[in-house]
């Protein structure tokens, strides 16, 4: 019985071993089935994936391989406030009110971030502009304005603020002491500059965000006042409190790098006129970055005071074109990945056009009369040159005006001189002055 039991458990056990012995190479032929369909199926898509890029041509392919510019879209911060709605004016961008009686603390807290090296960042209005306080920038660094009936002070100081980064900043009323920390770390001391907040008699205070409430002639340190700056986080003497003024609708960008940010509905002028004819040789020089948003719209343009234009550059799909005088009109193609940006350089000198997008040049001989006309309204005829489109194309229907060009323009060198947008003669509330929102594929 022990041998019959023995017996019949080895063929049991041989069985099974046959079984699995079976079913194993069945596995192993379901694998290398699979790899090999997998192989087959690797190949096949690399073979489609050619046939698609061979399908396009060399831009199609290039903007494929980059990034799609017509549907890019620069994420945005909620719960902030941009405070660079308005250019040109010194009434600020929101005002909140505050009730003194209410006081529980005499500090106010906020973070701020800015490339701006100048502007108002709040305006505290006690009596009727007679009493007044200014936190501002100068230079990148705090700058502290204080008028009241115990004294008139400016203090400037700490390290630059205007870096691109959120700083947390607190003002503090101590005493009769005016106290700035930012980050943490002590900015300056201002003593005997004030009374205690919570004796001050008069019953309201309103806080102004990006610009002053009083004339600008009483400040004690002229100022620029416009600042292109995002808040949030903010607390007024602790108080919760509502925007009397709404504020506009300009939004805060999640990152942002340098340069002028126009967004497509607005544009930037500067007047060119230096009141005295050049020597014979002058030449106009311009040069900046580009990182274009949408390709489609106008560059620049050089006119004077009629709007009689005498240069314009304008973006297509198919590329740049530039048109000068009544005699020359130019062709460049878009530089190969445009959303990395790229570099713009023109002269105009008395016998060349010398224009330069990227690693593309052109080199053109210049009209007589062309260039004596340029050289002429650049000096005596009121010359402007706008950047972002036309300067009357505002006051033109959308049916009849040009697209306004999209995108972040920087370091803009005219003539050798850094354009600072704070300094136009005219610039749109749509142009942001100091900051671009980061390009996704910005190097």
């Not at 719960?79 to 505050?98: H, M, R, S, Y």
């Not at 005016?178 to 500059?193: Q, S």
């Not at 309103?206 to 600042?227: D, E, F």
């Not at 050049?278 to 040069?287: I, K, M």
Request: net charge neutral.
């Amino acid at each position: 019985m022990g041998t019959s039991c023995l017996r019949r458990g080895a063929f049991k056990a041989l069985s099974a071993l046959f079984l699995f012995s079976s079913q194993a190479r069945a596995t192993r032929r379901l694998l290398y089935f699979c790899r090999g369909i997998s192989k087959v199926m690797k190949h096949l898509t690399g073979f489609l994936w050619l046939l698609t890029l061979l399908s396009l041509n060399r831009g199609d392919v290039e903007q494929h391989l980059t990034c799609s510019l017509s549907q890019q879209t620069f994420p945005v911060d909620s719960d902030t406030l941009n405070i660079g709605q308005k250019w040109g004016k010194n009434e600020p961008t929101a005002v909140a009110e505050l009730s003194i009686k209410q006081l529980i603390s005499s500090s106010s807290h906020f973070e701020i971030r800015t490339l701006d090296p100048e502007g108002a960042i709040f305006h505290a209005n006690v009596r009727n502009n007679t009493e007044w306080f200014l936190l501002g920038l100068r230079n990148g660094r705090p700058e502290v304005q204080i008028q009241n009936s115990l004294c008139e002070i400016t203090v400037c100081g700490g390290d630059a603020l205007n870096d691109g980064q959120w700083h947390n900043l607190k003002v503090s009323n101590e005493r009769n002491l005016v106290l700035l920390e930012a980050d943490g770390k002590m900015m300056f001391t201002i003593g005997g500059a004030t009374e205690p907040i919570n004796e001050i008699q008069n019953p309201k205070m309103t806080i102004a965000v990006g610009g002053i409430q009083t004339n600008h002639s009483n400040l004690l340190m002229p100022m620029n006042t416009a600042l292109d700056a995002c808040f949030r986080r903010w607390k007024w003497l602790n108080q919760t409190s509502s925007w009397i003024h709404p504020p506009g609708v300009k939004p805060c960008f999640s990152s942002i790098q340098k340069g002028s940010f126009f967004s497509g509905a607005g544009i930037a002028t500067f007047r060119t006129s230096e009141g005295i004819m050049p020597r014979d040789d002058w030449a106009v020089t311009l040069e900046m970055g580009i990182h274009m948003d949408k390709r489609r719209g106008i560059l620049l343009a050089f006119s004077v005071e009629d709007h009689m234009l005498l240069l314009v550059l304008r973006v297509n799909e198919q590329g740049f074109s530039l048109e000068f005088g009544s005699n020359t009109s130019l062709e460049l193609p878009l530089p190969p990945k445009t959303c990395l940006g790229f570099s713009l350089l023109l002269t105009i000198s008395p016998t060349h056009l010398i224009w330069k997008l990227g690693d593309e040049k052109i080199e053109h001989p210049v009209q007589q009369v062309d260039y004596q006309e340029l050289r002429t309204a650049w000096h005596k005829k009121g010359g402007q040159i706008s950047f972002g489109g036309l300067p009357n194309m505002e006051k033109m229907s959308p049916e009849e005006s040009d697209v306004f060009f999209e995108g972040c323009l920087s370091e803009i060198q005219l003539q050798g001189r850094t354009l600072d947008m704070d300094s136009a003669l005219y610039k749109s509330d749509t142009v942001w002055s100091h900051s671009c929102p980061q390009f996704p594929l910005n190097s």
